[in-house]
């Protein structure tokens, strides 16, 4: 029986791109697997031809002589050595469901986003991160800090090839530069990572002593931060490049600065909002005045108490808070009055309070209406 045009077959034209094959392709597989028709007969050698198919089109060279000389290209006619992989160019019914699986599931198999056993002659370093605590003040004004981060460099004795001397790293034998290897489970070609080279694709045969191969060493490196005016507990700094040099001369990670903003003794911090706390005497949230608070800066501030200011009463200062991290302006700042009872009094204090008190029972509004509604309470309870 005549062989069908392997175009046909795909149900793509003869100028189809590579990825309208490989598409086409892929549709064919899971249309025509045998698992999903278990009621056709022909539906393995079916299967076997869209793969055969695919694989004479996707490479180049083999879509090019096929184009040229049609099947006779592959089938011994012309003096060749054979089909594709020096054998039948359709495969064993295994090694055509391996493909399939490769092209459906390789992003899942293939490890730093490769496919299908891709090489990773060197892997790209770990990202860090480093824990930064800063004052309020420091928070407020922003500043240049200087750290020192343990990491991994590269090793200046092979520059970071891992191999003595700087020398190349060889291709691995096993797995031929491709880092995965295949092995045959009865119906399923299971691929792994090859052991000889850990899926890097390469050996070191002679290692560079002072590394042992990693291409990197361990070193504490001093770096200058530039932390800008507004952070607050939970910003991200990133240093691009910054981070754990890659193994064998792969690119560095990344450094992430988490800063943490210490508590303050005065002020608390709601956003870029501050809050500060002011003790004033009883006689001052009485009479009313004129009271000197400090501010973030390390400035000074004079707040007018009204006459009678209870406990709890907020006055705001504008543009006193902190900044803003990206611009916009500045926060406020929030003072909430805190009155204080006397203590220690002498007998004099006492007497003159005593007096005091019994004149002013008309001055105290909140007491009487408090005491007003205690008493209609108890009359009610009693009725």
Not at 7 to 26: M, N, P, Q
Not at 85 to 110: C, E, I, Q, Y
Not at 125 to 144: K, P
Request: proline share 5%.
């Amino acid at each position: 029986m005549a062989k069908r045009d392997f175009y046909e077959v795909l149900g793509v034209g003869k100028g189809a791109s590579a990825d309208e094959i490989k598409k086409a392709y892929r549709k064919k597989a899971k249309e025509l697997h045998p698992d999903r028709n278990a009621d056709n007969p022909d539906a393995e050698s079916q299967f076997k031809e869209a793969n055969e198919a695919h694989e004479i089109l996707k490479d180049a060279e083999k879509k090019a002589a096929y184009d040229r000389f049609g099947h006779a290209a592959f089938d011994g006619s012309m003096g060749g050595g054979g089909g594709p992989r020096g054998g039948h160019p359709g495969g064993d019914f295994s090694s055509a469901f391996s493909d399939v699986f490769d092209d459906l599931f390789g992003d899942f198999m293939g490890g730093g986003g490769q496919r299908g056993g891709g090489r990773q002659r060197a892997s790209r370093g770990a990202d860090l991160r480093y824990n930064l605590r800063v004052s309020l003040e420091e928070a407020f004004s922003g500043l240049q800090k200087t750290i020192n981060v343990p990491t991994s460099v590269a090793c200046d004795s092979c520059n970071g090839s891992g191999a003595e001397g700087g020398a190349e790293p060889a291709t691995c034998p096993t797995c031929s530069g491709m880092g995965k290897v295949r092995a045959q489970q009865g119906f399923f070609t299971v691929e792994r990572t090859c052991p000889t080279c850990s899926g890097l694709g390469q050996i070191i045969k002679n290692p560079c002593k002072a590394c042992g191969g990693q291409g990197r060493v361990e070193k504490d490196r001093a770096l200058s931060v530039n932390i800008p005016a507004g952070v607050e507990t939970g910003t991200r700094i990133r240093l691009a490049g910054e981070g754990e040099a890659g193994m064998r001369g792969g690119p560095s990670g990344d450094l992430y600065i988490f800063i943490e903003v210490s508590p303050h003794k005065i002020f608390e911090r709601d956003g870029v909002n501050l809050y500060c706390r002011v003790p004033v005497s009883m006689a001052s949230a009485a009479l009313g005045g004129d009271i000197e608070v400090p501010t973030i800066d390390g400035g000074r501030s004079r707040v007018k108490i009204p006459a009678g200011s209870q406990s709890g009463r907020q006055m705001r200062l504008r543009s006193k808070g902190m900044p803003a991290l990206r611009g916009g302006g500045s926060g406020d700042m929030m003072i909430e009055l805190a009155v204080e009872t006397p203590v220690n009094l002498t007998s004099r204090q006492k007497e003159l309070l005593r007096e005091f008190e019994d004149m002013s029972s008309d001055n105290n509004p909140e007491s009487s209406s408090f005491f007003s509604s205690v008493k209609g309470f108890w009359d009610s309870m009693k009725g």
